[in-house]
């Protein structure tokens, strides 16, 4: 069993920056797959992003790619999504999800899921 918990989220303006940070349970985080989702009001959960289970390669929405980083610390149990250039459309709640099937990666199906931190831009 692993256990997320998200937290940096808040309230900032349009152009602002923030890291979110989530931490993990268990002693195998360095061999899962991590990644970032977000759920708008209204809209249903999307990917952000995605890092493998050493680092070696990431991947991101459309929509953020070039302002939002996803980097990890394994030996710290943490994962981070440094977002950048943020707008109004980010709103969203934020959630930190791992699996350890290497296909997650890719799949988008993950195990193991945060409650998540909320993320408001303000105009």
């Known amino acids: 069993q692993v256990q997320l918990v998200e937290s940096g989220g808040g309230l900032v303006q349009s152009g602002a920056s923030l890291r979110l940070s989530c931490v993990a349970s268990?002693?195998?985080?360095?061999?899962?797959?991590m990644g970032w989702f977000r759920q708008a009001p209204g809209k249903e959960r999307m990917s952000v992003a995605a890092?493998?289970?050493?680092?070696?390669?990431?991947k991101y929405a459309d929509s953020v790619k070039g302002r939002f980083t996803i980097s990890r610390e394994n030996a710290k149990n943490m994962v981070y999504l440094h977002m950048n250039s943020l707008k109004p459309e980010d709103t969203a709640v934020y959630f930190c999800?791992?699996?350890?099937?290497?296909?997650?990666?890719?799949?988008?199906?993950?195990?193991?899921w945060g409650q998540g931190t909320q993320v408001t831009v303000s105009s």
């Open positions: 268990g002693r195998t985080f360095g061999t899962y797959i």
């Open positions: 890092i493998q289970w050493d680092g070696s390669t990431t």
């Open positions: 999800a791992a699996d350890p099937k290497r296909d997650s990666y890719t799949s988008n199906n993950y195990r193991y």
